[in-house]
């Protein structure tokens, strides 16, 4: 049995000790003995896991803002919670963030967008929100806007 098949049949039960056996061959370029099949699986789930992630602080920022900027009857209860809720998910978004989410992310700030609205409206019964995202990415991401 060849240790690609050995590999092969590790991730189907301990994906943690594939992970650290195909990091050690990675280490010693030992490319030929690597479970290419199952690598490949892995670094498409982990670039969508990390797009997922970063949508959605995204729409958290946007849903936070929205809530600032619109739900007037709940403003002076709620908005130092939505202020901080905008600086952590801010925090959280940028710290993870890389040039190729940052395009993925303009791509499609429209839907996040629409995503973040659907929210609101039915958080709040309002449906005032403008049909076109009103921020840019630069703006939601800077610390220091709020609308």
């Known amino acids: 049995m060849t240790i690609t098949t050995k ?8 994906e943690n000790l594939w992970l650290e056996e195909t990091i050690e061959l990675l280490k010693h370029k030992q490319f030929n003995q690597l479970d290419l099949e199952n690598l490949i699986e892995e670094l498409i789930s982990l670039g969508k896991r990390d797009l997922a992630k970063a949508k959605g602080l995204l729409r958290q920022i946007i849903i936070h803002i929205l809530l600032l900027q619109y739900w007037q009857m709940e403003y002076e209860r709620n908005y130092r919670h939505w202020i901080g809720e905008i600086k952590t998910f801010r925090y959280d978004l940028n710290n993870h963030l890389t040039t190729n989410l940052i395009n993925k992310l303009q791509d499609d700030l429209e839907n996040i967008y629409q995503s973040a609205v659907d929210f609101v409206k039915i958080k709040t019964d309002l449906t005032i929100f403008l049909e076109k995202c009103p ?4 703006q939601l991401l800077d610390d220091n806007y709020l609308p």
Do not use: A, E, G, M
């Open 7 to 14: 590999l092969n049949q590790l991730y189907k039960t301990d």
């Open 135 to 138: 921020y840019t990415l630069v």
